[in-house]
């Protein structure tokens, strides 16, 4: 396919090549930090495309490694791309990627977890949050350990239009181990609805694009990876703060084969467990013996209306964590002291794990 000029005149000159960086400057991958090279160029090609056009973007990258992903984001024509890498074995490899691109590419080394990302571009590249998104992309494969908590955290950042926000609707395209891109867009009734599904949901648009198999990396996982696409929804589905909405999902889950009463419960002190319990049902029109996996985002919105309800009626509810009464209740017994309680004490319920990553 001919190259326009323009794109043509962006695409890097040739270099050596993934494996021959990795060789040239002992770039092992660490087992402890979960480091799986993609060494294939149409994969990581493949993978830029899902984001969408970047011709003069305004990229980061999350955890470029050896650079391959990197390669693929400077070839579609990105202008400024900021790399956030923790290792810092990987700075010479990019440093030499930044030579061949004058002036597109910034290297931080750091992690992506505590990086102010809202200082690392000019605020003359944002747009309103209603408008259409702003020409700034943030792309990564990253450690399964990293990307989960880290899109937790970005869900957050879209409620307050922090980080990556502050510059407005910003796209993602991410990789995560396949079950968890699997969770991350399953709908209503389905098997590997979860927590992941509702939260990703409720603040954005997300498109499970594709998978890779395990053995496409270097060294090969245990697992596929699958590739997910994120813009922010201009308003999100649920209007609660992001930790109640996060607290409701959480406890709803908690107990996924169970009607959904069970987990809404244990939002309540042991003490007024069965009447509010009642009450959060009541205002929220939600039928107490669905599944979680059953729930729709409308009935988690108007359970979590419900919730922030009752929450400003109760001072503390809030911050009420069963987990942390039922640790009490333990200490005291074992100390043969009484834990004061109003009502008998509630039928301990296996906990069900959503999955293993978390
Ligand atoms: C799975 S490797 C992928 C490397 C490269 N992007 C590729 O596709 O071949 C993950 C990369 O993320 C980096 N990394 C891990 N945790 C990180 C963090 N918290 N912040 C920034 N980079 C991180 C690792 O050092 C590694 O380079």
Redesign the pocket.
């Known amino acids: 396919m001919a190259v326009s000029g323009k794109l043509a005149t962006l695409r890097l000159p040739p270099l050596p090549t ?1 494996g021959e960086i990795i060789k040239l400057f002992n770039l092992r ?2 087992k402890q ?7 294939d160029m149409r994969l ?1 090609d493949k993978i830029v495309r899902q984001a969408g056009s970047l011709r003069n973007a305004y990229v980061c ?10 390669r693929s984001i400077l070839n579609a024509g990105a202008a400024d791309l900021l790399v ?4 810092n074995r ?1 700075i010479p490899s990019l440093k030499l990627l930044a030579e061949a691109a004058p002036g597109r590419v910034r290297i931080v080394q ?4 505590t ?1 102010r990302m809202d200082r690392g571009f000019k605020h003359d590249i944002a747009k309103k949050w209603e408008d259409e998104p702003p020409e700034l992309h943030v792309i ?4 399964f ?2 990307s989960t908590p ?1 899109i937790i955290k970005w869900l957050d950042c879209i409620s307050t239009r922090s980080g990556p926000f502050a510059f407005g609707r910003t796209r993602l395209t991410l ?1 995560f181990q396949k079950e968890v891109a699997e969770r991350l867009t399953a709908s209503t009734g389905s098997r590997q609805r979860s927590r992941l599904s509702v939260m990703a949901q409720t603040y954005c648009t997300v498109k499970n694009c594709f998978t890779i198999p395990g053995k496409a ?1 270097v060294p090969k996982p245990e697992v596929d990876v699958g590739v997910v696409h994120f813009t922010p929804l201009a308003q999100p589905q649920i209007q609660q703060p992001f930790n109640l909405v996060e607290k409701l999902v959480k406890n709803v889950f908690q107990f996924r084969r169970k009607h959904c009463f069970r987990g809404l419960a244990m939002l309540f002190p042991e003490a007024h467990r069965t009447e509010l319990t009642h009450e959060l049902l009541r205002l929220s029109c939600v039928e107490p013996t669905l599944r979680p996996t059953e729930l729709t985002i409308p009935h988690f919105r108007a359970l979590s209306d419900a919730y922030g309800q009752l929450c400003s009626q109760s001072q503390g509810l809030i911050s009420y964590e069963f987990r942390e009464e039922q640790r009490l209740k333990r200490l005291h017994r074992k100390q043969g002291t009484p834990h004061h309680t109003e009502a008998p004490p509630a039928p301990v319920e296996e906990e069900e794990e959503e999955n293993k990553e978390h």
């Open positions: 993934i991958a660490e930090l979960s480091q799986n090279f993609l060494l990581t990258e999350v955890g470029p490694g050896p650079g391959g992903l990197t956030v890498e923790k290792d990987f750091g992690d992506i977890l990086y990564g494969n990253l450690p350990s990293v880290l990789t990396f």
